[in-house]
């Protein structure tokens, strides 16, 4: 019982610094330069009438949202006319690899938890059956 509570307090121990670290990220880089966001779909339309193509923020919840909606849906005319097609296409295989990576992530970890709690499940099994001790020696 000693070894996963271990094993859960170093799991929670590495959220606490992942959690850390984002909160750093907000204090040194976000808070004080804020982001810039493309807003505008057309550079035509925004030379006739003269609107910002970045809106600029500095509220975290208003980046998250505009991020999101612009790498969700992914548009392939609005990210060819601001970046060309090689940067879609580097766009498009960044979104795929995420993706890739976040599964192998996820199935690295369910087989890493199973095999540690299941080594500690047999450890205490095989402890507790005493099979040699130095008196039958």
């Not at 505009?66 to 990210?79: F, G, V």
């Not at 498009?92 to 299941?118: D, E």
């Amino acid at each position: 019982m000693n070894e996963f509570l271990l094993a859960l307090g170093l799991m929670m121990l590495n959220l606490f610094i992942l959690y850390i670290a984002y909160l750093l990220w907000l204090a040194v880089w976000f808070n004080p330069f804020g982001a810039e966001i493309p807003i505008d779909q057309s550079a035509k339309h925004q030379e006739r009438t003269r609107t910002k193509v970045y809106a600029q923020t500095k509220t975290i919840s208003i980046f998250r949202s505009m991020i999101y909606s612009l790498i969700r849906k992914l548009d392939m005319e609005y990210w060819a006319t601001h970046c060309g097609n090689d940067g879609y296409l580097y766009l498009l295989f960044q979104r795929r690899f995420l993706k890739l990576s976040i599964y192998y992530s996820i199935i690295s970890l369910v087989l890493s938890f199973s095999s540690n709690f299941y080594y500690l499940y047999t450890k205490e099994d095989t402890d507790s059956k005493n099979l040699t001790t130095l008196e039958s020696i």
